[in-house]
């Protein structure tokens, strides 16, 4: 049976990652998941976050999927608190088409989306990081699967001493187990 790689083994390195500086606007957040994607090596799955550095090259953000939309319709910011955990919140159908007509959500069309991208930039809807989003380098994979899965989180960010030098993407960690179990014989 194959031996579990290492959190650093795992990682996809910050400098493969999709990342902008914290002046980008959402389009060029998007070109750069684009771009950050088309390098991706065959069979690695996309990125599914943008990680946002400031003129130091330090992380100081992070945005996902979920706060792209949420960027997106400013009024959603007077409804939800931010969810980068779960991001279930269990309402029902009926409730969400009730807010989405008692709110005016999305009551400017999506053609308008252009001018929101350009004219936007990401410090307006990124997130900063807790501290329990990141986990060591040297941790083991064990540790991560837990982390992961308790928090929940969809990645880690990877630290070395203070720098954070990779992400731990969930979809990366389930595709390792999955190997893992592949490899088993049958009974």
């Known amino acids: 049976m194959a031996k579990l790689r290492s959190v650093k083994e795992l990682m996809v390195p910050l400098a493969e990652y999709a990342t902008v500086s914290e002046k980008a606007t959402l389009q060029e957040a998007f070109i750069a998941l684009k771009e950050a994607t088309l390098r991706l090596p065959a069979g690695k799955r996309q990125h599914r976050a943008i990680l946002v550095l400031n003129a130091d090259g330090d992380l100081i953000g992070k945005i996902s999927m979920m706060?792209?939309?949420?960027?997106?319709?400013?009024?959603?910011?007077?409804?939800?608190?931010?969810?980068?955990?779960?991001?279930?919140?269990?309402?029902?159908?009926?409730?969400?088409?009730?807010?989405l007509a008692h709110h005016n959500l999305w009551d400017k069309s999506l053609d308008d989306l252009c001018r929101k991208a350009s004219a936007q930039t990401v410090r307006d809807f990124m997130y900063v990081p807790e501290e329990n989003e990141y986990i060591d380098a040297a941790a083991s994979l064990d540790e991560a699967l837990h982390h992961l899965v308790m928090g929940p989180y969809q990645s880690l960010l990877?630290?070395?001493?203070?720098?954070?030098?990779?992400?731990?993407?969930?979809?990366?960690?389930?595709?390792?187990?999955?190997l893992k179990v592949q490899s088993c014989p049958l009974p």
């Open 158 to 178: 990877v630290r070395e001493g203070a720098d954070v030098i990779g992400i731990l993407r969930l979809s990366d960690v389930f595709d390792e187990i999955a």
């Open 67 to 99: 706060d792209v939309l949420r960027g997106l319709e400013p009024k959603y910011r007077q409804l939800v608190a931010p969810q980068h955990g779960s991001g279930h919140m269990g309402f029902t159908r009926q409730f969400i088409r009730s807010m």
